[in-house]
């Protein structure tokens, strides 16, 4: 089952502050967070592999909530360089299983000078 | 260290005609994925491996596409009659285990068929 992203798509002015949003009707095990830039490979961001636990490096962050059907993804402060789709990924099955993803439809962000 | 790469960067191909993909995991890699995304779209799974084993193919659209791995390295997707439909972005990841690990993904075959 995909995971649902919210929104589609942000605009902001460098500088701004965005969320994007992950969710599913069911428990999700993990969540991974990739960023793909037009052309190019999508690029790891973070995993979030427990309820309520959060996460952060630079300016980017996220969180899955303790129900684990919902995560989040911050970007503060944003730069130019964030601009991109984002993808949040969510294995079909826990424990020892192989960790095939199932990504939302993305998120395409886009910032302004 | 290198990462995963794969080629051809771009195809184009003639409709009906068969097309190799090829992709080469990152070094120690034992799980290897396929995934599709056409234009504008998420990321498709296509079909994964576990060394040279390919425990799930669910996501391959059809039997004109198959794949292989061997030496537990290099993968090589096969379209056979290819169809427009086909056209899409073909990406490769690999991780260090087929546990849920960080995936690193390729830069992509573009593939065009006219």
């Known amino acids: 089952q995909q995971p649902v992203q919210s929104p589609q798509a942000v605009i902001l002015r460098e500088g701004e502050d965005a969320v994007i949003n992950c969710s599913s009707s069911?428990?999700?095990?993990?969540v991974h967070w990739y960023r793909q830039k037009h052309g190019e490979a999508p690029i790891f961001l973070m995993i979030?592999?427990?309820?309520?636990e959060q996460k952060g490096h630079d300016k980017i962050s996220a969180s899955f909530n303790e129900k684990k059907q919902q995560s989040s993804l911050y970007l503060t402060a944003s730069q130019l360089s964030y601009s991109g789709t984002y993808f949040c990924?969510?294995?079909?099955?826990?424990?020892?299983?192989?960790?095939?993803?199932?990504f939302g439809q993305g998120t395409i962000l886009t910032v302004h000078p | 260290g290198a990462g995963v790469s794969q080629s051809p960067s771009n195809k184009v191909t003639e409709k009906g005609k068969d097309v190799e993909l090829r992709c080469d995991p990152i070094?120690?890699?034992?799980?290897l994925y396929w995934y599709r995304q056409s234009l504008g779209q998420g990321l498709e799974f296509l079909i994964y491996?576990?060394?040279?084993?390919?425990?799930?193919k669910s996501g391959l659209p059809s039997d004109r596409f198959s794949a292989e791995r061997t030496g537990g390295s290099v993968s090589t997707l096969t379209i056979q009659r290819t169809q427009q439909e086909d056209s899409a972005v073909y990406l490769c990841?690999?991780?260090?285990?087929?546990?849920?690990?960080?995936?690193?993904f390729g830069p992509g075959t573009r593939l065009l068929v006219l």
């Open positions: 990841a690999s991780s260090l285990q087929g546990s849920g690990g960080t995936q690193y």
């Open positions: 069911k428990a999700l095990y993990s």
């Open positions: 979030l592999l427990k309820g309520g």
């Open positions: 990924g969510t294995p079909e099955t826990g424990g020892t299983s192989y960790g095939k993803l199932t």
């Open positions: 070094s120690g890699h034992t799980a």
């Open positions: 491996f576990q060394g040279n084993s390919a425990p799930d």
